[in-house]
C-alpha cells in the first residue's frame, strides 16, 4: 500500500458529533489509494459509478477521494473522478454544506478547510461552493436537514437560499425524479421538524414546481369561526405540527400533511367555505401518490383521513347507523391499527388552530369505544340462528348499530 494513504472520518459523523447530536452511520474518505489498494488490503467494492468500499471488518463505507464534473442537466450528469492525486480539500469542495464539508484524522485533528466549524456555531446552513448549484438534490437535502435541526436555531445563509431559488428559476428542480423527491420527504416527515422542510421548499420556489397541490393552499381563506388563523397553508403547517407532538409515525404526519388538499380547487365564489373538500382532496392524493410513487400504505392512510376527517370532528352528533357506516368505509375492522393512526391525523386537524390546541377532544376516545363495541358483538350467536350472506350482513350491522345505540346514551353529546 502507498506510505502516503490517509483515512479520514467525513460528513454527517463529524457534522453530528460538533454538534452533540446521536448519529449511527459513519462515513470515511481515503486519499492516496486506488482501487487496487483498497481491494488489496481486504474490502470489498459496492459503487459502480465511483470508489465506494466496505470494511472488511466494521462494513461502514470508505470512499476514495473524488473530484466531480457536471456533463448533462439533472443530478445524474455528473462525471466522477478518482485518483491517488486527489486532495482531501478537493474532496470536500464538492459536498453540499460547509457543515457537511469537516473531516476528522486519525489523530482526532480536525480539518475544515471551508469554515464549516463557524458555521455549525452560528446554526448556519451555508453552501460550500458554486457546484451546489449542479445537483437539485441538494435543495431537498438543505429542507431536510431545516427539519432536523431547526429546533436548535439552525436557518439558511441568504446568499444560499438566492442560490436555491434561481436553481428553481432554471428548471433545475424539474429533473428531480419522483422517487428521490419521495425518499427526502419520507426522511424529513421523521424528523423533529417537518414543517421546516415544506416551509424551506415553499421560501425558495420549489415547492410549487414538486408539490403544486399543497403550495396553492396558502392565501386560500377558511371560515374564522372555525379557524382563527382563516389561511388554509397556515392552518396545514399547524396541523403538521400538532401531528407530530401526537405521533412519530410519518404515516399519521404525512396524512395530517395532505388532509384539506381539496380546498385547492375550491371555486372563489365560495369561499372561505369549501363544500365537498373531502371528497376532492381524496382524489388529489391519489393522484399526487401516483405522481411521486408514493407507498401505498401512505397513500391509503392520506386518502382517508382527507375523505372522513370531517367525520371526525362531528363523532358526537353522528347517528348510530352512521358511526356503523363510516367505521365500514374505514375499514376499521379489518384494519384497526390504520383506523388509530386516522384519528390521530384526524385529532391533529382539529388541534392545528390557534386556541385549540389544548382543547379536550372527546371524538377520538367516542370513536375508539365505538369500534370496540360494535367488534365485541357476538357473530357465532347470529350464524347459530341460521343466518348467512346477506342476511348475515345485514343482522350483523343491525347488531353493531344496537351496540353503539346504548354507547351513545352513555355519551350524550
Known amino acids: 500500500m502507498h506510505n502516503i494513504m490517509k483515512t479520514y472520518l467525513v ?13 449511527k452511520e459513519k462515513d470515511w474518505v481515503v486519499v492516496g ?28 463505507e470508505y470512499a476514495l477521494a473524488r473530484t466531480e464534473r457536471k456533463t448533462a442537466a439533472g443530478y445524474k450528469g455528473f462525471e466522477v473522478h478518482a485518483s491517488p492525486d486527489v486532495t482531501l480539500e478537493e474532496d470536500l469542495i464538492r459536498r453540499d454544506l460547509t457543515i457537511n464539508a469537516i473531516a476528522k484524522a486519525e489523530s482526532g485533528e480536525f480539518i475544515d478547510p471551508y469554515d464549516g466549524i463557524a458555521d455549525i456555531n452560528n446554526k448556519t446552513l451555508r453552501h460550500v461552493s458554486e457546484a451546489f448549484a449542479e445537483d437539485p438534490v441538494r435543495i431537498l437535502r438543505i429542507a431536510r436537514f431545516m427539519a432536523r435541526y431547526a429546533h436548535l436555531g439552525f436557518s439558511i445563509a441568504e446568499d444560499t437560499m438566492q ?19 419521495w425518499q427526502e420527504m419520507q426522511k424529513a416527515l421523521s424528523e ?9 421548499l415553499k421560501e425558495c420556489g420549489a415547492l410549487r414546481r414538486i408539490l403544486p397541490e399543497l403550495d396553492r393552499l396558502w392565501g386560500i381563506p377558511q371560515p374564522e369561526a372555525h379557524h382563527p388563523e382563516i389561511d388554509t397553508g397556515i392552518h396545514t403547517m399547524l396541523v403538521l405540527e ?15 400533511l395532505f388532509h384539506d388538499l381539496g380546498k385547492g380547487t375550491t371555486p372563489e365564489g ?6 365537498n373538500h373531502e371528497a376532492r382532496g381524496a382524489d388529489i ?22 375523505r372522513f376527517h370531517l367525520h371526525y370532528h362531528r ?47 372527546q371524538q377520538g376516545d367516542y370513536f375508539r369505544k365505538a369500534l370496540k363495541a360494535a367488534t365485541d358483538i357476538d357473530i357465532g350467536e347470529l350464524r347459530s340462528l341460521g343466518f348467512e350472506h346477506k342476511a348475515l350482513a345485514e343482522k350483523i350491522r343491525e347488531s353493531r348499530v344496537r351496540a353503539i345505540k346504548s354507547l351513545k346514551k352513555m355519551h350524550p353529546e
Not at 423533529?192 to 424551506?200: E, G, K, L, N, V
Open 242 to 256: 400538532q401531528a407530530c407532538k401526537l405521533s412519530d409515525d410519518p404515516q399519521v404526519r404525512f396524512a395530517a
Open 192 to 200: 423533529r421538524t417537518p414543517t421546516a422542510f415544506i416551509i424551506t
Open 163 to 181: 442560490l436555491m431559488k434561481n436553481m428553481v428559476t432554471a428548471g433545475e428542480v424539474d429533473a428531480l425524479v419522483p422517487e428521490r423527491v
Open 11 to 23: 460528513g454527517g459523523a463529524v457534522r453530528d458529533e460538533l454538534l452533540g447530536y446521536p448519529f
Open 315 to 361: 363523532a358526537l352528533e353522528l347517528k348510530p347507523s352512521t358511526v356503523v357506516k363510516t367505521l365500514e368505509q374505514l375499514d376499521a375492522f379489518r384494519k384497526p391499527r390504520r383506523f388509530e393512526q386516522f384519528l390521530l391525523a384526524a385529532e391533529a386537524d382539529a388541534r392545528g388552530r390557534p386556541g385549540f390546541e389544548d382543547k379536550e377532544y
Open 285 to 306: 392524493v391519489k393522484e399526487v401518490c401516483k405522481r411521486l410513487r408514493i407507498p401505498n400504505d401512505f397513500r391509503d392512510l392520506a386518502e382517508r383521513t382527507a
Open 33 to 60: 489509494a486506488t482501487i487496487e489498494d483498497m481491494l488489496a488490503a481486504g474490502y470489498r467494492q459496492v459503487g459502480k459509478d465511483f470508489p465506494v468500499f466496505l470494511h472488511p471488518e466494521t462494513k461502514e
Open 270 to 275: 365560495e369561499w372561505p367555505r369549501h363544500i
